[in-house]
């Protein structure tokens, strides 16, 4: 149990669609980064926030983006949805500034998965 | 790029053996070196985190190396159980390369009973 939780845990929608999920960082954690799981890969960073500011982004398109709220929630919206988009969407939490900060233990939800028909 | 490589990509073992899954990354310039074990179908679980400075981590059966002048990581599982059996993903955080972990694609273990 990582104290990281992530909503909702499956969903499938149509591509060209939208879709939000979301992150519950662990307490006391300022810093959330959210990676894309293909199946049978590993993850792949997306974007990562730091006190409600984007702090470092992947490889990936502008339709991909996210937000971070005061109390450090954060979500990850995608637009216009593609089928290679279909995968488990992992967040991940932590303290001080980047990923795993001075070095501390990063710890990650569930995940999301997420399937485009 | 940092790229980040695991041989190998499935191992089985029976119940009792002792193994190692092996890591390599391309750019030795890194904060930390993390291992996961990830199970069907779930999030990651921090196993061990090993900083730059460090040669090894230690925790219960488990035993994390770093050699970051080679680019190389070592996770040893002493005495494997059945219920070690999952994906172990090794990822580092680069010092020049944003803040973000690069993952390798991963070694699934299976320890037979």
């Known amino acids: 149990e990582t104290g990281v939780t992530q909503s909702p845990t499956h969903l499938i929608k149509t591509r060209g669609q939208q879709v939000t999920l979301r992150c519950s960082s662990q307490s006391g954690h300022n810093t959330v980064s959210w990676y894309q799981q293909a199946l049978g890969q590993g993850p792949q960073f997306i974007f990562q926030y730091y006190r409600e500011e984007e702090n470092g982004r992947g490889n990936f398109p502008p339709r991909f983006s996210g937000l971070q709220f005061p109390n450090y929630s954060s979500e990850l919206n995608v637009n216009a949805l593609e089928l290679d988009d279909s995968a488990l969407y992992l967040c991940?939490?932590?303290w001080g500034l980047g990923a795993g900060g001075s070095g501390n233990t990063i710890y990650f939800g569930e995940g999301s998965w997420l399937t485009v028909v | 790029k940092q790229e980040v490589t695991q041989i190998p990509a499935a191992l089985s073992v029976p119940e009792g053996e002792n193994l190692v899954l092996n890591c390599s990354f391309t750019?030795?310039?890194?904060?930390?070196l993390q291992w996961f074990r990830q199970d069907p179908g779930k999030g990651l679980t921090s196993l061990l985190l090993i900083q730059s400075s460090q040669r090894e981590q230690t925790s219960g059966r488990l035993n994390a190396s770093l050699d970051k002048s080679s680019g190389r990581s070592t996770l040893y599982i002493a005495a494997s159980q059945p219920g070690d059996s999952a994906t172990y993903l090794c990822?580092?955080?680069?010092?020049?390369?944003?803040?973000?972990?690069?993952f390798g694609t991963g070694t699934s273990l299976t320890v037979i009973p």
């Open positions: 750019d030795s310039a890194i904060y930390n």
């Open positions: 990822a580092v955080r680069g010092s020049n390369t944003g803040n973000q972990f690069y």
């Open positions: 991940a939490s932590s």
